[in-house]
C-alpha cells in the first residue's frame, strides 16, 4: 500500500505544479497583454471577430475598430489592414471592418482588406506580404488584450523587427475561457514553423 500512497502523492504534486505553472501562465500573459506597446509605425493591423446577424461589427470587433480609429486619429499609424475571414454568418469580417473604418472617417484609400485572414497567423503572414509589397518595415497590432501576445509573436516569428500593440477597450466573462486557452494557443505558436522566404 505504501508505494501506491506515494505514487498518489507524487501525481498530486506533479498535477498541482503544472497546473500552478498554468495558472501563472495565464496571468502572466494576460498581463502582457494589458501592458501597450504606443509608438508609429508604418501600417496597423487590426484582427477580425465576430459579426453580428444583421451584419453589424460585434461589441468585441467594435471595441477593436474603435481602438484604432484612435490611434489612427493620434498619427501613429497612416495605413490599416483590416484582416479577418468569413464567419459563421456569412459575412467578410474584414469588409465589414473596412465600411467601419470608413464610416467614422478612416478614408477608403488608407485602407487595405485581407478577407483571407482567418486564424491569427493568417493574419500575420498575410501582413508580411502586404508589407513586402507596400514596403512597410513596422506594424501596430490591436485586439483583445489576451490575443494580444500571441499576435505580436507572430509578427516577430513572420519578420516585423517593430511590433507595437494596444489592447481593445472590452471585457467579458467569456474572457475566464479565453485567457487560458490562449495561453495553449501562444505555446503552440512558439513552436510553429515561419516560412519568412515566401512570406
Known sequence: MAPIRLRTRVLLVVFAALTGLFVLGTLALMLAGLRDDIGKTDVALVLGNTVQPDGAPSPRLRTRLDKTLELYRAGYFPT???SGGVGKEGYDEAAVMRDYLADHG???????V?????TTFASA??????????H??????????????????????????????????????????SAPRELVGYVRYLFRHYDTTGA
Not at 508580411?128 to 509589397?133: L, M, N, V
Open 80 to 82: 490599416i489592414i483590416a
Open 106 to 112: 478612416v478614408p477608403r484609400d488608407h485602407i487595405i
Open 114 to 118: 485581407d478577407s483571407a485572414g482567418a
Open 125 to 134: 503572414r498575410n501582413t508580411r506580404q502586404i508589407a513586402q509589397r507596400q
Open 136 to 177: 512597410f518595415a513596422s506594424v501596430f497590432v490591436v485586439s483583445q488584450y489576451f490575443h494580444v501576445p500571441r499576435s505580436r509573436l507572430a509578427l516577430q516569428r513572420f519578420g516585423f523587427a517593430t511590433v507595437r500593440s494596444a489592447h481593445a477597450n472590452f471585457f467579458e466573462a467569456r474572457d475566464l475561457y
